[in-house]
């Protein structure tokens, strides 16, 4: 969650009102899954949207730098620092086999059944045809690079 602005945060560095209206169109996204009733389901299944929005985030904040180039390192530093995007998470998407890697509890072996990686790590093609395989977690159908 971005941090709350002060009359201390600095002015955002150049270039980030090109980007603004997409970060509060984010923002708003996941105020109203907050304010949504979540009648009928799972506690883990009325996280899922929020998992989607913030990877969706850090992945559009990750483009932009990376993929595009279309933003400064101080400008992106700055939207690290704030909040707006995960770090670690973008950390593990530059390493290979983690391309496509949807939340970082879906590597922790402590999180999972068997101490062992998430379902959704699991390439398609070694599962059942038949099941629908989704994250306990995140609600992920699979996230693994070699789909």
Same mark, same amino acid.
């Given at each position: 969650?971005?941090?709350?602005?002060?009359?201390?945060?600095?002015?955002?560095?150049?270039?980030?009102?090109?980007?603004?209206? *997409?970060?509060?169109?984010?923002?708003?996204?996941?105020?109203?899954?907050? *304010?949504?009733?979540?009648?009928?389901?799972? +506690?883990?299944?009325? @996280?899922?949207?929020?998992? $989607?929005?913030?990877?969706?985030? #850090?992945?559009?904040?990750?483009?932009?730098?990376?993929?595009?180039?279309?933003? #400064?390192?101080? @400008?992106? $530093?700055?939207?690290?620092? $704030?909040?707006?995007?995960?770090?670690?998470?973008?950390?593990?998407?530059?390493? $290979?086999?983690?391309? +496509?890697?949807?939340?970082?509890?879906?590597?922790?072996?402590?999180?999972?059944?068997?101490?062992?990686?998430? !379902?959704?790590? !699991?390439? +398609?093609?070694?599962?059942?045809?038949? +099941?629908? !395989?989704?994250? !306990? *977690?995140?609600?992920?159908?699979?996230?693994? #690079? #070699?789909?």
């Amino acid at each position: 969650m971005p941090k709350i602005k002060t009359l201390r945060t600095k002015k955002p560095p150049d270039g980030f009102a090109e980007i603004e209206d *997409t970060l509060l169109d984010f923002a708003n996204r996941l105020k109203d899954i907050e *304010t949504a009733a979540h009648d009928g389901k799972k +506690k883990n299944e009325s @996280l899922w949207p929020i998992f $989607q929005i913030t990877h969706q985030r #850090s992945r559009y904040v990750f483009d932009l730098y990376y993929e595009r180039e279309a933003i #400064s390192t101080e @400008l992106y $530093q700055w939207l690290l620092k $704030q909040g707006y995007a995960d770090a670690n998470l973008i950390a593990k998407w530059k390493k $290979q086999g983690y391309e +496509k890697l949807c939340c970082l509890r879906c590597i922790q072996a402590k999180e999972n059944t068997y101490s062992a990686t998430c !379902v959704c790590r !699991v390439p +398609k093609h070694k599962l059942d045809k038949d +099941k629908v !395989v989704e994250c !306990v *977690t995140c609600g992920c159908k699979g996230c693994a #690079s #070699s789909d």
